[in-house]
């Protein structure tokens, strides 16, 4: 009885070795050798591997993949150990295997582009007073964000034709919340088309120094859902698809708000200082199905920052950043079929 209790201990321990064993390659390492690109968000857990046009969505101890954004298989689950991703020898040979796979030709592209000008009518945004040569001068965020917005767009229109540029307003009137986003959500696409949701404001802070621009996203803690219910779909796949899918959204949009950033920082220099790329659950990027990013292009609080956003010029280069980071992140999605990751 004794021999068959440390028979089967030995062959426990073995068993638990046989798995650790499987998991002790480290995934950047191997990636690296291979000439695999990985994307890793430590924030979500989950990550991307990329070649050849080719991408392989994954979460640490999930195993399941998705590959190419459709196609989700059964895997060695990669481990996260102290930091460090670590995935079995069958992982990166399965992996590369799916890279050499000829690339199906779907040419992924942007379909559509939506710009939201925030507040108007009754609701003026935030909004502040100034004597400017003597006169008052009360700047509102509502015609602030219309005017760049029209500038947006009218570029987008200019050096994308066969893309479809739509505001949420072209004039002063006010919008439900619920509004802006069903306008985007409805756009009809093509297969492999996307579409693009950047929501325009100006900032406010009783501190009156505070000055400067940022780009919010969707905090990766609010979760929703993005795909449509489908009776064909078991749920857990649904679940699993859907959290991807989500996942995908967060790092477009991450990678869209640092365009921006980079894009307004080259074309305004030191005139306003750059806030950074945030996160949080604005209604209005919240209730999009798509990418979408929320600029603040100033403080109406601050008077030097107030004279500047009413200002035309100042307001043309705050328009040329935005759409000079919009037409970077069409760029990168164009030319690598869809592929978004943000390192």
């Given at each position: 009885m004794l021999m068959k209790r440390f028979f089967f201990i030995a062959i426990f321990i073995s068993i638990v070795f046989s798995l650790n064993a499987q998991t002790n390659l480290n995934l950047l390492s191997e990636a690296e050798k291979d000439g695999i690109t990985v994307y890793w968000d430590s924030l979500s857990g989950t990550g991307v591997l990329e070649k050849s046009g080719h991408q392989i969505s994954f979460k640490a101890d999930d195993p399941f993949v998705l590959q190419d954004y459709k196609k989700i298989v059964f895997v060695d689950a990669p481990i996260l150990k102290n930091g460090t991703l670590y995935v079995s020898r069958k992982f990166i040979t399965d992996a590369n295997a799916f890279f050499k796979q000829e690339f199906s030709g779907s040419e992924y592209k942007v379909g559509a582009i939506v710009?939201?000008?925030?507040?108007?009518?009754?609701?003026?945004?935030?909004?502040?007073?100034?004597?400017?040569?003597?006169?008052?001068?009360?700047?509102?965020?509502?015609?602030?964000?219309?005017?760049?917005?029209?500038?947006?767009?009218?570029?987008?229109?200019?050096?994308?034709?066969?893309?479809?540029?739509?505001?949420?307003?072209?004039?002063?009137?006010?919008?439900?919340?619920?509004?802006?986003?069903?306008?985007?959500?409805?756009?009809?696409?093509?297969?492999?088309?996307?579409?693009?949701?950047?929501?325009?404001?100006?900032?406010?802070?009783?501190?009156?120094?505070?000055?400067g621009y940022e780009v919010w996203y969707l905090s990766p803690d609010y979760r929703r859902n993005v795909l449509e219910k489908n009776s064909k779909i078991d749920n857990s796949v649904y679940n699993i698809l859907n959290s991807m899918t989500e996942e995908e959204y967060t790092t477009e949009s991450i990678l869209i708000a640092k365009f921006i950033m980079d894009g307004i920082q080259a074309q305004i220099g030191n005139k306003s200082i750059q806030r950074g790329i945030k996160a949080y659950d604005w209604f209005v990027v919240r209730n999009a199905k798509m990418p979408s990013v929320l600029v603040e292009l100033g403080f109406i609080?601050?008077?030097?920052?107030?004279?500047?956003?009413?200002?035309?010029?100042?307001?043309?280069?705050?328009?040329?950043?935005?759409?000079?980071?919009?037409?970077?992140?069409?760029?990168?999605f164009e030319r690598s079929h869809g592929f978004t990751g943000a390192k």
């Open positions: 710009i939201d000008a925030g507040h108007g009518g009754q609701d003026p945004g935030a909004y502040d007073t100034y004597t400017v040569n003597g006169k008052k001068i009360t700047i509102k965020e509502k015609e602030v964000t219309l005017k760049v917005s029209k500038m947006i767009y009218n570029r987008l229109k200019q050096a994308y034709p066969d893309k479809k540029i739509l505001m949420t307003r072209d004039k002063d009137i006010f919008l439900e919340l619920e509004e802006r986003t069903e306008i985007a959500n409805s756009i009809k696409l093509k297969d492999h088309e996307a579409i693009l949701f950047v929501s325009i404001h100006a900032n406010a802070n009783p501190d009156k120094k505070a000055s609080t601050n008077q030097n920052e107030a004279m500047n956003l009413l200002d035309d010029d100042y307001l043309q280069k705050l328009s040329l950043g935005i759409y000079n980071g919009l037409s970077a992140f069409v760029t990168h």
